[in-house]
């Protein structure tokens, strides 16, 4: 990489915004500068020029002939006729030879163009260009074709010139106050382009403050000050820290949560099975075994103990589980097919209960696995509090799945926390179960775009109700289109 394009990208953002508005305002004022010098050096040469025409007119006779010295009057005196005002006239012969008249302030240096508008013999054209005088000094020059030398007969040019001295050292002095002014220029606005990019840069300097400090302490209670007016850039990108920061915060008081509360389900169920294993060990180190029943009772407990871990820890992974994850399996489902699958594992799980199912067709966009967990853990709930012979009421209706049993029912007190993770109420803390089963429910239905609630049912009990979007038949890109006709009649399970 070039040195110098290394050096400038090690400089600071409001150093390279200053040295950018400067190169800018430099090459812009360099342009201006340059052009009105070429045009003030334009107008003077248009009017040096204008001068030399008015010149021709001298040392020509009045017969057109060119005139190689002024003719003296009668008094004695040069005729005031051929006198130019501070200006050369000479002639210039075909052969190269000059003329110069006594009242010429001097000799003009002759050049290969003078000599063409001889050989060209036009009178109607000139030339223009800029030479010096025998002493070096520069000059303007007109060459014009006149005609015939009276003295030699030959072809011949008359040349007219003027010092250039005055119309140089304007454009001299001119170019050195465009120098000056166009150096100001640069300096006030690489000034000016620090002060501005300091003065923008300043939100810029509190973000950065802001990340450092949260970098370096870890605390994500920091807020970036923001106009709730202002909509520029900087603007923005302070509301996206400080909403990220919020984010963070919450997600981290919800992790700590989590593995405070996971300690706490975990510390019973670990408990348990190390007095059961204690009990055990030191049966066989003293050789005083166990009743067999005793042997039983406690082989049976350690088992359902490492059941209830092994619960919980699935439902950990599954509340930890990240959206991206969850949305690479992401599919149309069949939701009928998901709340029957649900029900053959429910009724397993409560034998001695009715389960009476009505489903009709539906299709909606889910986790296939997440939405039968969380219609499982449904029916689970239902099946834990209900009476033994009970019944349990399932029905899919255009995406609305409706479960209710005919148990204690939930306090009104209590129903603002069914779906907190690891609440339980109180009256089910000797039940089995993590309190983790209805906040997956809660988690999996709202990722899918639905809702769902839990209320008190008429006559008693409790009825859960779940509403996912979808239509009853599958969308034309499915390939599972069913062979069921448009409207099917409901099923009963």
């Known amino acids: 990489m070039n040195p110098v394009v290394r050096r400038y990208r090690s400089l600071p953002i409001r150093s390279r915004l200053a040295l950018l508005v400067a190169a800018a305002v430099a090459f812009a004022v360099a342009a201006v500068s340059v052009t ?26 009045p017969d057109g002939v060119v005139l190689c010295a002024s003719p003296p009057q009668k008094n004695g005196t040069d005729n005031d006729e051929f006198q130019p ?35 060209a013999a036009d009178l109607r054209t000139g ?25 030699t007969s030959q072809p011949a040019a008359l040349m007219v010139a003027t010092s250039l001295k005055g119309t140089q050292s304007t454009l001299n002095e001119l170019a050195l106050i465009l120098l000056l002014v166009s150096g100001v220029g640069v300096l006030g606005a690489g000034a000016a382009g620090l002060a501005v990019a300091r003065a923008g840069l300043r939100p810029v300097d509190k973000l950065t403050e802001a ?3 949260v970098a370096r302490t870890e605390d994500l209670s920091i807020r970036i000050p923001v106009d709730d007016d202002a909509e520029d850039e900087v603007a923005r990108l302070s509301r996206s820290f400080n909403s990220m920061t919020s984010s963070l915060a919450s ?67 599954e509340l930890s589980r ?15 097919d998901t709340v029957e699958a649900a029900l053959r594992r429910a009724r397993l799980r409560g034998p001695e209960l009715t389960i009476a199912a009505s489903l009709e067709p539906w299709y909606t966009r889910a986790e296939p696995a997440a939405l039968e967990r969380a219609v499982v853990n449904i029916l689970d709930n239902a099946v834990k509090f209900s009476p033994e012979g009970g019944t349990i009421e399932v029905r899919l209706d255009r995406g609305v799945l409706t479960v209710r ?47 769902v609630t839990l209320d008190h049912a008429d006559g008693g009990g409790t009825v859960a109700t779940v509403r996912l979007p979808g239509a009853p038949t599958p969308p034309p890109e499915t390939p599972e289109t069913p062979e069921t006709p448009e409207t099917p009649a409901p099923r009963t399970a």
């Open 211 to 213: 990340v450092e400090h």
């Open 405 to 451: 049993d005919h148990g204690p029912g939930i306090p009104a007190e209590e129903l603002p926390h069914v779906f907190d993770r690891f609440w339980r109420s109180p009256s089910a803390r000797a039940l089995p179960g993590s309190g983790l089963g209805l906040s997956i429910v809660a988690r999996t239905i709202e990722q899918s775009g639905g809702q």
């Open 36 to 61: 009105c010098w070429f045009i003030v050096q334009g107008k003077l040469y248009d009017q040096v020029n204008n001068d030399l025409e008015k010149m021709l007119g001298r040392g020509v006779g």
């Open 127 to 151: 030339t223009y260009r800029n030479g010096t005088d025998e002493d070096g000094n520069p000059v303007r020059v007109l060459t014009v074709y006149k005609g015939i030398d009276a003295v």
């Open 251 to 317: 997600s981290r008081d919800l992790q700590q949560q989590l593995i405070a509360d996971a300690g706490h389900e975990l510390r019973t169920p670990l408990t348990s099975l190390r007095t059961n294993i204690e009990l055990l060990t030191r049966s066989e180190e003293t050789g005083r075994p166990l009743p067999e029943a005793d042997r039983k009772a406690l082989l049976a407990s350690v088992k359902a103990q490492m059941t209830e871990l092994a619960s919980l820890i699935g439902d950990l992974q």
């Open 85 to 119: 005002r501070n200006g050369y006239v000479q002639l210039v012969r075909q052969d190269g030879t000059t003329c110069v008249p006594r009242y010429s302030e001097g000799t003009v240096k002759v050049t290969g163009s003078d000599k063409a508008v001889i050989k």
């Open 322 to 336: 990240s959206e991206g994850q969850r949305g690479e399996r992401v599919q149309v489902v069949s939701l009928e």
